[in-house]
């Protein structure tokens, strides 16, 4: 795993980073979303310190990460029933064949 070193620009500072190659477009794309949230959070809220800006966008973003997070975790606890459901008729199925054969 290589490394590639860039520099992204958040609420108008320059920050060089080390990132893997392969994270290199995500990293991209999350600077983007959190520069797009600072704007939308200057225009709703008059704020004009970058850092409260910063703070308000960091907790707006990662309580969408812990919702994201429990819903998928849900999910995936309603996935594994619907497998355990799916594997318990396959072995009533698969009793069934037998007992027909015999």
Known sequence: MSEVSIK????GGLYPLKVKTEDEENVVRVVSLINTKIAE???TYAVKDKKDVMAMVMLHLVAEFYKK???SEKELSHLKHLFN???AMLVQHMTNIKNIEE
């Open 85 to 87: 459901d799916v594997e």
């Open 8 to 11: 992204v620009e958040i609420a």
């Open 69 to 71: 997070a429990e819903d």
């Open 41 to 43: 959070f200057e225009k």
